[in-house]
């Protein structure tokens, strides 16, 4: 990780993490700086209900991407990573340059 994460530019991230990477590798490549650069639990929301994500995963399925373990009131879940909206920090700029990695936003 870089000495002030707060400070890296978004595409910067995306090099970082993807630099040896090619194709789909880049979903192992976020899985792996989501699990060595992020401070579990997280919290979040799930279309604006409060969630607590407790680790992120995958099951080497492209299509799917990184799945998001959360917790909540229900109990536990695995839902698209993308899905989930972090309250901010560096968990949520990665989880930003993830989406910008997969083409979801600009």
């Known amino acids: 990780m ?14 970082r993490v993807t630099v040896d990477a090619y194709g789909d590798e880049g979903h192992t490549s976020f899985l792996c700086a989501f699990e060595d650069e992020v401070d579990y639990p997280i919290a979040a929301t799930l279309a604006g209900t409060p969630v607590t994500i407790t680790s992120v995963d995958y099951d080497g399925q492209p299509a799917r991407g990184l799945v998001g373990v959360i917790a909540n009131d229900s109990g536990q879940h695995r839902v698209a990573l993308v899905e989930l909206d972090p309250e901010g920090g560096f968990p949520r700029r990665l989880l930003d340059a993830y989406r910008r990695w997969l083409r979801l936003d600009p």
């Open 2 to 15: 870089p000495s002030d994460p707060e400070r890296e530019t978004i595409d910067a991230i995306i090099e």
